[in-house]
Nanobody, 123 residues
Framework: QVQLVESGGGLVQAGGSLRLSCATSGIIFSMKAMGWYRQAPGKQREWVARITVGSVTNYAESVKGRFTNSRDNAKSTAYLQMTSLKPEDTAVYYC?????????????????WGQGTQVTVSS
């Protein structure tokens, strides 16, 4: 059974930091690209970041320079370090796993999804 479990969300003031974790099981983690998406209330799900099998990273323009995507294959876990948080970063954040060759910002490129973790940034 495949599981992706996000953790690390919470309430933080603007300018603060959070680190999200995505712990996986039931997949060969080292062979999967890992993506992060977010969905704010009333908005569509938005791609945030992706890390490939070889740890090549891509970021949405809105988070570039503030968010860092990493992975620990030994722990089958992906991370999203978020700094300089803004109120507009408030959303439910989801991690996703998929083939390494997929389009990094296409949700259909991902096979498995977590349930999400809430991030709230107060002004």
């Amino acid at each position: 059974q495949v599981q992706l479990v996000e953790s690390g969300g919470g309430l933080v003031q603007a300018g603060g930091s959070l680190r999200l974790s995505c712990a996986t099981s039931g997949i060969i983690f080292s062979m999967k690209a890992m993506g992060w998406y977010r969905q704010a209330p009333g908005k569509q799900r938005e791609w945030v970041a992706r890390i490939t099998v070889g740890s090549v990273t891509n970021y949405a323009e809105s988070v570039k320079g503030r968010f860092t995507n990493s992975r620990d294959n030994a722990k089958s876990t992906a991370y999203l370090q978020m700094t300089s948080l803004k109120p507009e970063d408030t959303a439910v954040y989801y991690c996703a796993a998929g083939p390494n060759y997929g389009d990094y910002d296409n949700p259909h490129s991902y096979e498995y999804w977590g349930q999400g973790t809430q991030v709230t940034v107060s002004s």
